[in-house]
């Protein structure tokens, strides 16, 4: 799958700056979002806004 | 996603590898490519096998090729390859299904193996594309698994 760095790589035999785009394996991907090196893709939850009663 | 339905598109069939286990990347710009697996044959014809010759399964192996153009800015392309190949290195390859995507279909089955380049060749004509051709061969255990 497409991955897209947030931080540099220097690992796993792999030299990559922030940013770069690159097309790895589902298990690398894997690995690579558990190292923190991947965007976040988790949606956060919405915080439902309260409209004060009057 | 589940397993892909109907026969498949051959484009779909990539070749993801690296330098160490679980950290490949797709090789670049391929137009062709292949797994073969084979087993040798035991002869345990004798006297009593009525003329007929007789077998068993022995020493199974696998190789791999691919085909494709050369670019000098690849990610991993002849390149790096080429590196591996003058380094002596283990590979470490998936040849899997992305379906209509860039990812390996979930559901379906892929090849995971190690192996080693025994030939790539840097081919180049008149007014053509610049091209390489790669064979592996593999070691160790041929694994066929299910896509996660």
């Not at chain 1, 931080?7 to 792999?14: I, Q, S, T, V």
């Not at chain 2, 590196?83 to 283990?90: C, E, P, R, T, V």
Request: glycine share 10%; with cysteine.
């Amino acid at each position: 799958m497409k991955v897209t760095l947030q931080k540099p790589l220097n690992n796993y035999g792999w030299k990559w700056p922030a940013g770069k785009t690159v097309e790895v394996s589902n298990k690398f991907a894997a690995k690579l979002k558990k190292g923190g090196y991947l965007d976040a893709t988790e949606q956060k939850d919405i915080k439902k806004k309260t409209t004060p009663k009057i | 996603m589940a397993q892909t339905a109907g026969i498949i598109n051959s484009s779909s069939i990539r070749v993801f590898l690296g330098t160490t286990d679980a950290s490949e990347v797709v090789v670049d710009h391929v137009t062709e490519c292949s797994i073969s697996m084979s087993t040798d044959m035991r002869d345990i014809t004798t006297k009593t096998s009525g003329g007929f010759r007789e077998l068993l399964p022995g020493l199974k192996s696998a190789s791999l090729s691919l085909s494709g153009l050369f670019a000098e800015d690849t990610t991993n392309g002849y390149n790096q390859l080429i590196d591996h190949q003058i380094a002596g290195a283990k590979l470490f390859i998936v040849f899997t299904n992305t379906g209509a995507g860039a990812a390996g279909n979930a559901g379906d089955e892929q090849f995971n193996v190690e192996g080693f380049i025994t030939s790539l060749e840097q081919s180049a004509g008149v007014e053509d594309n610049v091209g390489f051709s790669l064979s592996v061969e593999v070691t160790g255990t041929v694994v066929r698994e299910v896509i996660s």
